[in-house]
């Protein structure tokens, strides 16, 4: 069954409150300006620091004078190689140690005269003022000693070396022989594809407060994962855990480029150290893409082989991707390509090179965002070569288990997420020649494309406490980064404990509650329901224990199986207490449950799980696109996207989730673009003036639709939104346009000049 957002909001009850389209509890703290994000916190004697940046790639300071920038009145110190407090190393990451992730880079910031990319921090101003010191941070010119540096990926993509990849991530699979069963298939494609680097454009740029008592610190900062930051500081600064203390109520935006403890971070703590007062490090725009990494780019070859009845013998999917000398993480581009489609023969590889920029980065479906692109659009240019509709190219190609590992699959509705999209978009009015379609001067395409993201669920700390009030307060140290997060989370309790949602308030954002995963990888919401719902379990045994001790009580002698909590209280068929009359009757003010999952189990089991199911959310997207035939200007005039994404906690937020996804699919699709300077590895466009983010006028209609299927191999059935929706977006509009305009643009961002007329349309 399909559900749309009115037909949900609609058909809910006034029993449960999961699936419904609860408006965000934080809502009106955030319209209101009462939310305070990180660089809003004020402390007495607060300073300013501002970052200076390494003009050279790669090379050596041998002088840095900072005597112009002290006379600047306001000036309090300005901190280099030479003067700074010691830092800790930054530690390696160790599969041993998950918290290590967050660690982006080898570089001990002003620890060193070496700099191993441009814009690399090597000076921090502090100042009473962040004018003044802003000011006084253009006075600081290093010298330096440059040294070759390897910048250029173009240049470098052949000597690219084997990727290295994990259990969970693997960089490289075979199964057959692709390469033969690839050369004797009827009918094939070979396609070259390209995306450039993306950068991180949260509407709310990095910044931290940083506070220093003695030997405990307090930070303000817009994090994904507060734990593990918690534990990063305190290395780093050899200071006990329990004397950190990481503050994040409130995230203007992540898509993992707030996921690790970059340079800002880092250098506003120490500061407020050097300096011994609170310091307010807030990263302008221009700094944000000089000291957080972004998307790798990539390139990438797509063969497909397949009989003439569209059935894929033969599936090629080879990368190329970048990381730092000096860090970053290689992306996992083929991983949707080992579970979307059946074939007999299948080889997957992914490469690296190393180069003198600043580290990548996590973002939104790293790997499978851009690896779609090239996939679905090889899958498309098939379909033209089989003259077949695409849609049921993939439907004949759907698997019946996992492709290349064999498992069984949870669930997965693609056939109906196909089917179901079709419908509502019309696609069988489609007209199948190129160019066919035509309104005044306009070039009108239709394309499609499949969506992946792979299923993960991770360990979760969670607290309920119970009042004898009937309120209830869950606390967990999660992440809220706008999607809604304590919100659904409340709904699960408030379902869970049988009270109404106005009774239960979610403490979040503060490491000094139970720790919580990241938010990343699709992951918080189903990992902190896991702790939500194994806690209420906890509580509710706990409480009933209560009313079946109690001499009278209608509970007495009851099993926790046969026990319902509903109507604020316990009850077994008609009879029941409410929560107040058994915490009154034992002489309690509250109960109160805790769960401590742990982590090397918890990571034992979902190995073993990994290795008998593959879950994941998928889905569908359709689109339309107008081409101006004269001028080449591309027009997105209509979307849908039909996900199976498993149980859908609340409507609204969730549809917000997937149609955030395709605006930001749609940005990579047609304009967004890192431009390196492949001399001088310098970002010659760092700012959303050349920077091309979406705006209003390049958004459509997003229709959303959702197949709300729980899997039962999750908590609640969930399986992840945060990411689903980008993957497949950027190869619906190149396969609309090839639609239009009958030319495969194999070469990312989809611009005016790859469509004009009169140009060669690419081999």
């Known amino acids: 069954m399909t559900t749309t957002e009115t037909e949900r909001e609609r058909a809910a009850g006034a029993a449960t409150y999961v699936g419904r389209p609860v408006d965000r509890l934080d809502g009106r703290a955030k319209v209101t300006g009462e939310a305070r994000f990180a660089a809003e916190h004020h402390y007495p004697d607060l300073a300013h620091a501002v970052l200076v940046h390494a003009t050279v790639a790669r090379g050596r300071i041998t002088a840095i004078d900072p005597a ?61 003022t962040p004018e003044a010191a802003r000011h006084a941070a253009t006075l600081v010119r290093p010298a330096y000693q440059e040294l070759p540096a390897v910048v250029d990926f173009a240049a470098e993509e052949p000597g690219a070396v084997p990727q290295k990849g994990n259990p969970l991530q693997p960089a490289a699979a075979d199964k057959g022989d692709a390469a033969a069963a690839l050369a004797a298939a009827p009918v094939k494609v070979d396609l070259r594809f390209t995306t450039p680097p993306y950068n991180h454009n949260a509407i709310e740029p990095h910044a931290t407060v940083a506070v220093w008592d003695g030997d405990r610190l307090t930070v303000h900062e817009g994090t994904q994962n507060i734990a593990w930051t918690r534990k990063h500081l305190a290395m780093r600064f050899g200071v006990p855990e329990r004397d950190v203390r990481v503050l994040s109520p409130y995230v203007g935006g992540g898509f993992g480029g707030k996921g690790m403890v970059w340079a800002g971070t880092l250098l506003a703590v120490l500061a407020a150290r050097a300096v011994g007062r609170p310091v307010r490090l807030a990263l302008s725009r221009a700094a944000v893409y000089h000291t957080v990494g972004g998307r790798t780019p990539s390139t990438q070859r797509v063969a497909l082989g397949a009989d003439a009845g569209g059935r894929l013998t033969a599936i090629v999917h080879t990368s190329v991707s970048r990381t730092g000398r000096a860090g970053g993480m290689a992306e996992p581009i083929t991983a949707a390509t080992r579970h979307l489609y059946a074939a007999p023969n299948i080889h997957l590889r992914q490469h690296v090179v190393q180069l003198d920029l600043l580290a990548n980065s996590p973002m939104r479906a790293p790997g499978e965002a851009i690896g779609t692109f090239a996939l679905e659009s090889a899958m498309d240019e098939l379909a033209w070569e089989l003259g077949m509709d695409p849609v049921e190219l993939r439907l004949r190609n759907e698997p019946e288990r996992d492709p290349v590992g064999g498992q069984r699959l949870s669930r997965r509705l693609l056939r109906e997420a196909y089917a179901e999209g079709a419908e509502r978009f019309g696609w069988s009015g489609r007209d199948p ?153 034992a002489g309690r003010d509250h109960v109160t449950a805790e769960v401590k999952p742990s982590m090397p189990l918890f990571m034992a089991r979902t190995l073993l799980e990994h290795r008998r199911w593959m879950k994941a959310a998928c889905g569908a997207h359709f689109c339309e696109v107008r081409v101006d035939r004269d001028t080449g200007e591309i027009r997105v005039s209509r ?95 190149a396969n609309a346009v090839r639609h239009a305009t009958g030319r495969r643009v194999l070469d990312l961002p989809i611009t005016l000049d790859k469509v004009l007329p009169g140009q060669a349309p690419p081999p």
């Open 433 to 585: 020649r190129a160019g066919a379609t035509r309104d005044g001067r306009w070039l009108v395409g239709m394309g499609m494309a499949a969506a992946y993201h792979p299923s993960l669920v991770l360990p979760a700390s969670v607290s309920v406490r119970l009042g004898a009030d009937g309120r209830v307060v869950v606390r967990c140290g999660m992440q809220e980064m706008g999607m809604g997060a304590a919100t659904v989370q409340a709904q699960i309790a408030a379902d869970e404990l049988g009270v109404p949602l106005s009774s239960v308030r979610v403490e979040y954002g503060d490491s000094a509650l139970p720790d919580a995963p990241g938010a990343g990888g699709s992951a918080q919401t189903a990992s902190v329901a896991g702790g939500v719902l194994a806690a209420c379990d906890k509580l509710k045994r706990s409480v009933l224990a209560l009313a079946r001790r109690a001499p009278g009580s209608p509970l007495r002698g009851r099993r926790p199986a046969r026990v319902e909590a509903r109507d604020g209280g316990l009850y077994h068929g008609t009879e029941g207490e409410s929560y107040a009359a058994i915490l009154a009757r």
């Open 639 to 733: 979307w849908l996207g039909v996900f199976d994404v498993g149980r859908v906690i609340n409507a609204k937020t969730a549809a917000s989730q997937l149609r955030g996804g395709i605006v930001m699919g749609l940005g990579m699709a047609l304009s967004e673009e890192t431009l390196v300077d492949p001399r001088t590895g310098r970002i010659v466009n760092p700012g959303l003036a050349d920077y091309h983010v979406p705006v209003h006028a390049d958004v459509p209609r997003i229709d959303i639709h959702y197949l709300d299927e729980p899997d039962p191999r999750t908590p609640l059935g969930l399986v992840g939104i945060g990411e689903v929706s980008i993957t497949g977006v950027a190869a619906a509009v």
């Open 68 to 128: 112009a920038a002290r006379t600047v009145p306001g000036v309090i110190d300005v901190l280099t190689h030479e003067n700074a407090p010691p830092m800790k190393p930054p530690p390696a990451f160790s599969a041993l140690d998950l918290s290590t992730f967050v660690s982006p880079t080898s570089v001990n910031y002003l620890a060193t005269d070496e700099v191993h990319w441009s814009g690399q921090p090597v000076a921090v101003v502090v100042a009473e």
